[in-house]
Structures are given as C-alpha cells and as structure tokens.
C-alpha cells in the first residue's frame, strides 16, 4: 500500500504550507491518518491526525495554534495546513495510516502500518 506525500518545500519563517497525503481508497479500510514528523538527529515526533469513524481530526499541542489537519475522503487526501512557520518545523514529514481502529486516536508511530515516503520541510530564520 503506497501512501503520497508531497507538498513540502523550502520556505522562509513565518510563511505558510499545505502538505498532501493521498491514499488508496476502495482497496485500503483506515481507521486513522495522521502526520508524523522527524527533523536531523531527533525521534519522529506526531504531528496531527484523523480519525475517520469518529469524524474528528486532532493535533500535538506543539503545532496546534499554527496546524490544522483537514482531509477530503472523496479524493481520498488527507492535508496538513501550515501557517507561521519556524525554523524548529523543519524536517521530513511523514504521512502514515493505520488499518486497526483505536478508541484513543493513536499518536505512537508504531500503530501506523502504512507508511509514505516523506516530504521535506526547510523553514529558513
């Protein structure tokens, strides 16, 4: 299963971006679709997520006055809006999704079993 990640790029601080994430649809049942994020020398870090049963999206306290995750079902996308941003943002996001369901929308990396290749971020000061 290929997740799409695409969207980032370089930018300047304070500048804004949306980061996509398309899926498979009718072949692929998600519970949960999330963001994860892993900058030089760091452990990936959650970013935001969805979760599709219960219809609601949520994201890390760190990132949630200037992120909002969205997602689009009939296009099977999944965005990550980022506005003001900082150099500390900078690193390669990763879209990831998760088959099982999970009452709590998970935020470990390690119960995402999908995962795609990532999209560089580079917020210059």
């Known amino acids: 299963v290929q997740l799409q990640a695409s969207g980032g790029g370089l930018v300047q601080a304070g500048d804004s971006l949306e980061l996509s994430c398309s899926y498979p649809?009718?072949?692929?049942?998600?519970?949960?679709v999330a963001w994860f994020r892993q900058a030089p020398g760091k452990e990936r870090e959650y970013v935001a997520a969805?979760?599709?049963?219960?219809?609601?999206?949520e994201e890390a306290d760190s990132v949630k006055a200037r992120f909002t995750i969205s997602k689009n079902r009939a296009k099977n996308t999944v965005y990550l809006q980022m506005n003001d941003l900082k150099p500390e943002d900078s690193a390669v996001y990763y879209c990831?999704?998760?088959?099982?369901?999970?009452?709590?929308?998970?935020?470990?990396?390690?119960?995402?079993?999908?995962w795609g290749q990532g999209t560089l971020v580079t917020v210059s000061s």
């Open positions: 649809g009718r072949t692929l049942v998600l519970n949960h």
């Open positions: 990831a999704a998760a088959s099982a369901y999970y009452p709590v929308t998970p935020r470990r990396a390690e119960r995402y079993n999908y």
């Open positions: 969805v979760s599709w049963s219960r219809g609601i999206s």
